[in-house]
């Protein structure tokens, strides 16, 4: 029988991203920021496939978003290590933009992305980076080794993976989550690495550990 690589201890740290399962506001693609709503019955079934997907991992460390989308992502996962909120995880506040979809959007603004255009009575991309930033350093100095993991909003984490790459916040643009897929950041020798990206639910996710 081939044997998976041992996922369960790292001597350096690993931070793994889970966006939040679907809602009734991204199962239609509405910007959705600050507004407190719940997982859909699918979204819930997706974040118990994550949890699937997390099978054998030793996490040291766990951090959530205090939206409850995320919150019940989390809470379906149920990492063994507890859960700690952090009110920087939370989701861009889009402002105006709030509870709108990008094809609405452009029809006030022709071209219209939250990456090229102000977000009126919200956040910029870099003011959504200082916020991965400050949670980055957290995150570094409370795990020195092993395996922590964040859940969070789509546009946060691909801001959060940004950074966590040295590239500016605006490069998030790079990284479309979907929900309630898992992603890994880590390292290779002295750089800072994405190990996986976007990995659907339900299958465990078993990187190889290079050093």
Same mark, same amino acid.
């Given at each position: 029988?081939?044997?998976?690589?041992?996922?369960?201890?790292?001597?350096?740290?690993?931070?793994?991203?889970?966006?939040?399962?679907?809602?009734?506001?991204?199962?239609?693609?509405?910007?959705?920021?600050?507004?407190?709503?719940?997982?859909?019955?699918?979204?819930?079934?997706?974040?118990?496939?994550?949890?699937?997907?997390?099978?054998?991992?030793?996490?040291?460390?766990?951090?959530?978003?205090?939206?409850?989308?995320?919150?019940?992502?989390?809470?379906?996962?149920?990492?063994?290590?507890?859960?700690?909120?952090? &009110? /920087?995880?939370?989701? %861009?506040?889009?402002?105006?933009?709030? =509870? $709108?979809?990008?094809? *609405?959007?452009? +029809? @006030?603004? &022709? /071209?219209?992305?939250? %990456?090229?255009?102000?977000?009126?009575? =919200? $956040?910029?991309?870099? *003011?959504?980076? +200082? @916020?991965?930033?400050?949670?980055?350093?957290?995150?570094?100095?409370?795990?020195?080794?092993?395996?922590?993991?964040?859940?969070?909003?789509?546009?946060?984490?691909?801001?959060?993976?940004?950074?966590?790459?040295?590239?500016?916040?605006?490069?998030?643009?790079?990284?479309?989550?979907?929900?309630?897929?898992?992603?890994?950041?880590?390292?290779?020798?002295?750089?800072?690495?994405?190990?996986?990206?976007?990995?659907?639910?339900?299958?465990?996710?078993?990187?190889?550990?290079?050093?």
């Amino acid at each position: 029988m081939t044997q998976r690589s041992d996922t369960r201890h790292t001597d350096v740290p690993q931070l793994l991203v889970i966006r939040h399962g679907q809602t009734e506001w991204s199962k239609v693609g509405k910007h959705t920021g600050r507004t407190d709503i719940p997982l859909t019955d699918v979204g819930r079934a997706e974040a118990s496939d994550a949890a699937l997907t997390l099978e054998g991992w030793n996490l040291v460390r766990a951090y959530c978003s205090p939206l409850q989308r995320a919150r019940e992502t989390a809470e379906i996962v149920s990492p063994a290590c507890g859960l700690v909120t952090d &009110p /920087d995880l939370v989701e %861009w506040d889009y402002g105006d933009f709030e =509870g $709108e979809t990008t094809p *609405e959007s452009r +029809e @006030r603004i &022709p /071209d219209w992305s939250v %990456w090229t255009h102000e977000i009126t009575g =919200g $956040e910029s991309y870099d *003011e959504v980076g +200082e @916020r991965a930033d400050r949670f980055l350093a957290r995150f570094d100095a409370e795990v020195p080794a092993g395996n922590g993991v964040v859940f969070a909003h789509g546009h946060f984490l691909a801001i959060l993976i940004a950074r966590w790459c040295g590239l500016p916040a605006v490069e998030g643009r790079r990284f479309a989550l979907a929900t309630a897929t898992v992603s890994l950041l880590g390292w290779h020798r002295e750089d800072r690495v994405i190990r996986a990206l976007n990995h659907r639910v339900g299958r465990i996710l078993d990187p190889p550990f290079r050093t």
